[in-house]
């Protein structure tokens, strides 16, 4: 081979070479340009929400505004709204009994017990005996000095004290009642009782007027 064949190969290599440079240059602009598409204008949006954006102004809360509720935002939406704030259940509590009543009901329950308790306690007899007894009815001054009243549930005896209480029971039909000595008498033999015209009434001896009695002194209270 001479130097026309020598020639002939570098130029063929240089022309390779060449070549070779251009297509890397034509596959390293397509690559470049695919690229560029597929990130298209969404990677450019992106880019541009991920980038640092200034803070807007904040006014300063005034005085009204730092110690009440903050109103919501009015360019949010109102579904926005209810979700950021659920509504919480109010509860209604129940009826209590005030202290002061409980009290005062307690203290009147106490004042009845007491009442019943003395209702209920009998009086204590220091005598008793038997007699007739006779009642009266015109109106007059008693030995007590009290005018003398035929309602009421009183009686005369000749030497019990003033104010005494007496039970008086009719033999003929246990009828009983209690009376207060308030006048003298009778002065008459075999009675030792003169009663009102109502205590006479409750034992049921108004029709014979005179009627056999066992009577109880009652202690004072």
């Not at 597929?38 to 929400?49: C, F, H, M, N, S």
């Not at 038997?130 to 000095?145: D, V």
């Not at 008498?185 to 009675?191: A, H, L, M, S, T």
Request: proline share 7%; glycine share 10%.
């Amino acid at each position: 081979m001479g130097r026309s064949g020598e020639h002939r190969l570098k130029r063929h290599f240089r022309n390779l070479v060449i070549i070779s440079g251009v297509a890397a240059a034509v596959l390293a602009a397509g690559a470049w340009a695919l690229a560029s598409a597929g990130r298209g204008p969404g990677a450019t949006r992106a880019a541009l929400d991920t980038a640092p954006q200034a803070d807007q102004p904040r006014t300063a809360p005034d005085r009204a505004s730092r110690g009440g509720r903050r109103s919501p935002d009015p360019s949010a939406s109102p579904s926005a709204s209810a979700s950021a704030e659920p509504s919480q259940p109010t509860e209604t509590p129940a009826p209590t009994k005030a202290p002061e009543e409980s009290g005062s009901s307690g203290a009147q329950d106490a004042l009845k017990a007491q009442a019943k308790k003395k209702k209920k306690r009998k009086s204590r007899v220091v005598r008793t005996g038997s007699c007739e007894a006779s009642y009266y009815w015109q109106g007059q001054t008693t030995a007590s000095g009290e005018r003398f009243d035929p309602d009421e549930l009183t009686a005369a005896h000749r030497s019990l004290p003033m104010g005494t209480k007496v039970r008086v029971i009719n033999k003929n039909n246990g009828r009983s009642v209690t009376v207060r000595i308030n006048d003298r008498g009778p002065f008459v033999g075999g009675r030792c009782l003169d009663l009102s015209r109502a205590a006479m009434a409750k034992v049921g001896g108004t029709g014979s007027g005179v009627i056999p009695v066992r009577y109880q002194v009652l202690a004072r209270a």
